[in-house]
């Protein structure tokens, strides 16, 4: 076996019983802490001694059997050669003599194990021994423990042998060099630092533990490149508390597993009620042997392997007696409601404090089911009426981080409670927000009300029933909020101190109205340089992130705020921090013109919070969600979420009208148009009564217009477009999506010869916000208009770019529109039948790319024949020729489409243009299009 950092006695020991076989016999002791290595050490000197020639009689320890006691007497009658015709000796003393006779022929070893526990017999067998040893080759070597090893009650070493001829060896820890050095012999390899460092702190060096640490890092096959405490390592130090034999070591170590980083001297004694003394020695021995630092504290490992042992019963009277010790010292309350909550109970009066203390700890930490285990358990052991009230309105609190579904139940106990008069007005003001955000709006408002109707006689009720207010006329600002917190008197103190954002916030819920969008980001962004991830600041974070997405005014640093805020700090954020920005970042992406990257977001955004513990908000992801499924012709799927039956309290919320406008456009991308007008409608008479705008997420007039567009009421959808752009007037260097929506729109309802124009200032504000697919849609209907005004070519090319931007964002539906809308074929395509009868309808048309020319004008209308008056002066040949030349095709596409040559086509357009009095085919589009 290769010994670490036990060469030098092994060479001692070896020599001196080389020595020794001329006739002078030895007394060796070799001590130490238990587990450090005594034993292996016995067992390499006998291995030398016999390669020496010297007869070794070896007895071994009691092991880990239970035995009590070492019978060497027994074990030496046993080893010795028999005498045929002769019985053993059986009396110590004839053993003594027949041990010295049998060594005059042959040197003799006797080597025993745990000396310190030989039987009555053994000793004396040993003193006997001992006397006869001067003048004969016999040497023992024994083991023993230390005088701190922590087996107090054992009887001392049997002085076998004067001190003149004793020899004691000291065995101690390795030192980390050792660990390495043996942790290279067990890996084959020098092993990882990291490694080495987290053996030598776990077992402070003892060679029991780290042999027993390598076989489980062996029988883990990784590699050796990290440590592996299981099965051999846990039987390693049970082991170690079994060798002891001693049952106040065993007290010690397992009340030092309880009381944990917590642990001392002091704490332990009455802990165990033990003995100071007999404490001190059992303590210097576990110090000695590693497996207790010199601060009187086992590692982790080492504490979870003997409470996992312990019998349970027994485990939870010392966890209370732990926490009952702690609490004596006034520890933190964490660490005594950490022992109440592991025993499962709180038996004394102050435990409730205490468990409600650590549990208020633990949730400004973000260790919310933590929070929730120490609650419940104070409720359970409440026998205080009015006290388990108030700590079940603090369970709900918390709870309502952990799982915001989960609530409803005691939300409806708790407001049965706060009409009863059990609930201070500081917990009632909470309870009216996650009423609120339940969507509960009636109980929300009564609870708030009982509220101010307490009084506040502390300054923080103040400050929780400002924030509550602002945040029910936020989530509902149609209701009549009688009780609105208006001179509540506020410590400047606290707001300045803990809420800075909570003036703005106040503000906010009645700035979202037309025309307002700079104080609203003024207000918006002032909260969210401010907030911080906690209890109190998610709502305030939450109404000024939607009311920047309400006003079209989200800028990069309104993201950029709430995502650092997310992203720095050494805590967890709450998933409804995370879940929100997800939100955020969806409605900047759908802005965008990417309905696939919004789509990403939401489902993020429902990953991180699942669906029902969104409350009332859900309305914002899932409307969100299917606004961009129904851009991407998702159609079915749209459908399939919308048959889902929609909350009561949805309309009566912001958030639930982006739930009601996202219905309507599915109705109107999939023909239900008389069905999209009621919804939007709808969304329109619902915000007026609130007299609330929310043009970035619920522009109702955009929507309605368009469909009534489809619906061939012009009149009424360019009223609206101009109500849009009337309560959201232009601001330099600010543009705005809906403004260039409602420029298209508006251009579309108005007369064609004006089309052009409006168009192209809509694609030129599009274009600066950056939506590629709403500018996709009015490039569409550029194209359109300028094909009809016979500019083909600008209409080609503005026609290949609406596709392409369209097909870039995924919008299916923007580009079926563009293609559908399109009067001239792709190239390879047939050519269309020649035209018969009377002209075609008019058709709708619709703007240039931003920065391209503007096409010719032609005559005035003045000085040429109107088109119905021209027409009777054209042969039915020319009329043929003219409307299709109108529609924008090409002579050759007419002369195939009428089966005459290019030569004739020209021939026909001459004459039409001298009769119309026109010079060019662009006139003759523009006429055709004007009637």
Not at 377 to 382: G, I, Y
Not at 385 to 403: C, F, G, P, Q, S
Not at 486 to 493: A, I, K, R
Not at 769 to 774: A, F, Q, R, T, V
Request: glycine share 8%.
């Amino acid at each position: 076996m290769n010994l670490v950092e036990r060469e030098a006695q092994l060479l001692e020991l070896a020599d001196r019983i080389r020595t020794s076989a001329s006739g002078r016999g030895e007394f060796f002791v070799v001590s130490g802490p238990a587990g450090c290595g005594k034993t292996a050490l016995l067992d390499s000197v006998s291995a030398l001694a016999r390669a020496q020639g010297v007869r070794v009689l070896s007895v071994t320890g009691p092991g880990l059997d239970g035995t009590p006691e070492v019978d060497v007497v027994g074990a030496v009658r046993d080893l010795l050669p028999r005498v045929p015709e002769a019985a053993p000796p059986r009396e110590p003393r004839e053993l003594a003599e027949h041990l010295v006779a049998l060594a005059l022929s042959e040197p003799l070893l006797l080597v025993v194990d745990d000396v310190h526990r030989v039987d009555a017999d053994s000793a004396k067998l040993l003193r006997e021994l001992a006397r006869r040893l001067g003048n004969v080759p016999v040497n023992v070597l024994v083991s023993d423990f230390r005088r701190t090893d922590g087996s107090h009650d054992a009887p001392p070493t049997v002085p076998l042998f004067p001190r003149s001829r004793r020899r004691r060896f000291v065995v101690e820890p390795l030192s980390r060099t050792g660990v390495a050095e043996l942790a290279r012999g067990r890996l084959g390899r020098n092993p990882p630092p990291r490694l080495v460092d987290e053996l030598f702190a776990v077992t402070g060096g003892n060679p029991l533990l780290l042999q027993a640490a390598f076989d489980d890092v062996a029988a883990a096959d990784g590699g050796g490149l990290e440590p592996v405490f299981g099965p051999t390592f846990a039987e390693a130090v049970l082991a170690q508390v079994r060798m002891s034999a001693c049952a106040m070591t065993s007290a010690v170590m397992e009340a030092a597993s309880v009381l944990g980083a917590s642990c001392d001297q002091d704490r332990l004694a009455r802990t165990v009620g033990a003995d100071a003394r007999d404490l001190h020695r059992v303590l210097d021995g576990l110090t000695a042997s590693g497996v207790l630092s010199r601060d009187r504290v086992l590692h982790p490992h080492v504490r979870a392997v003997l409470t996992g042992a312990m019998d349970q019963e027994a485990l939870r009277r010392l966890r209370l007696r732990a926490a009952e010790v702690l609490y004596e010292d006034d520890a933190p309350a964490d660490e005594v409601a950490g022992h109440l909550l592991a025993a499962g109970d709180a038996p004394w009066p102050w435990a409730v404090g205490i468990l409600c203390e650590a549990a208020e700890q633990a949730a400004r930490r973000y260790r919310y089911r933590d929070a929730v285990a120490l609650l419940k358990l104070a409720s359970d052991r409440c026998t205080d009426y009015m006290t388990r009230v108030e700590v079940e309105a603090k369970l709900l609190d918390i709870t309502w981080w952990v799982d915001p579904a989960t609530v409803s139940r005691r939300l409806s106990s708790l407001v049965d409670s706060a009409r009863a008069g059990c609930l201070s007005a500081w917990w009632m003001s909470r309870l009216s927000r996650r009423l609120a955000w339940q969507g509960r709006a009636d109980e929300a408002d009564e609870v708030f009300g009982l509220a101010r109707a307490v009084g506040r006689d502390d300054p923080e009720t103040p400050i929780e029933l400002a924030i509550s207010d602002f945040w029910i006329r936020h989530l509902f600002p149609g209701m009549p909020h009688a009780t609105a917190c208006d001179g509540c008197e506020l410590s400047p103190e606290l707001v300045s101190g803990g809420f800075p954002w909570l003036t703005s916030a106040s503000e906010l819920p009645g700035l979202l109205t037309g025309g307002r969008q700079d104080t609203v980001v003024r207000h918006a962004e002032e909260i969210l340089e401010r907030v911080g991830p906690g209890h109190s600041d998610l709502e305030a974070a939450q109404a000024a992130l939607f009311s920047l997405l309400a006003a079209e005014r989200l800028p990069g640093d309104g993201l950029r705020s709430v995502r650092a805020v997310t992203e720095d700090g050494e805590a967890a954020v709450p998933v409804q921090w995370m879940a929100m920005l997800s939100v955020a970042q969806g409605v900047a992406a759908w802005w965008r013109g990417d309905p696939a990257g919004a789509v990403d977001c939401v489902e993020r955004a429902l990953d991180q919070l699942d669906a029902p513990k969104w409350g009332i908000l859900l309305g914002l992801p899932r409307g969100l969600q299917l606004l961009a499924m129904t851009e991407q012709g998702r159609h079915q799927e749209a459908a399939k979420e919308l048959a889902r039956p929609m909350p009561a309290f949805f309309a009566r919320s912001p958030y639930g009208l982006v739930h009601l406008r996202a219905r309507g456009r599915h109705h109107l991308a999939t023909g239900g148009l008389r069905a999209a007008v009621t919804d939007f409608r709808s969304c329109g008479d619902i915000l007026r009564s609130w007299r609330t705008e929310l043009p970035g997420l619920v522009p109702w007039r955009l929507d309605l217009a368009e469909t009534l567009l489809r619906l061939g009421e012009r009149e009424e959808a360019r009223a609206l477009a101009d109500e849009h752009l009337d309560l959201f007037p232009d601001v330099p260097d600010t543009p705005s999506r809906t403004r260039g929506i409602a420029l298209r729109l508006r251009a579309m309802a108005g007369p064609p010869a004006r089309r052009a124009a409006g168009l192209r200032e809509s694609a030129t504000m599009l274009e600066r916000c950056g939506d590629l697919l709403e500018l996709a849609r009015t490039l569409g209907v550029l194209a359109q208009t300028y094909q009809h005004a016979g500019e083909l070519a600008y209409g080609r090319r503005t026609l290949r770019r609406a596709e392409r931007l369209a097909r870039e964002c995924g919008g299916v539906r923007a580009l079926e529109e563009i293609r559908t809308a399109a009067p001239t074929r792709t190239a390879g395509s047939p050519p269309p039948a020649a035209p018969s009868g009377p002209p075609a309808a008019a058709r709708t048309t619709a703007a240039p790319a931003p920065g391209a020319p503007a096409p010719a004008e032609g005559k005035s209308a003045a000085t040429r024949p109107t088109w119905d008056a021209g027409r009777t002066l054209l042969t039915l040949a020319e009329r043929k020729v003219a409307d299709l030349a109108a529609e924008g095709y090409t002579n050759r596409e007419i002369a195939d489409a009428l089966y005459v040559t290019a030569s004739t086509v020209e021939q026909h357009l001459t004459r039409i243009y001298r009769k119309l009095k026109i010079r060019r085919r662009s006139e003759l589009g523009a006429q055709v299009s004007s009637r």
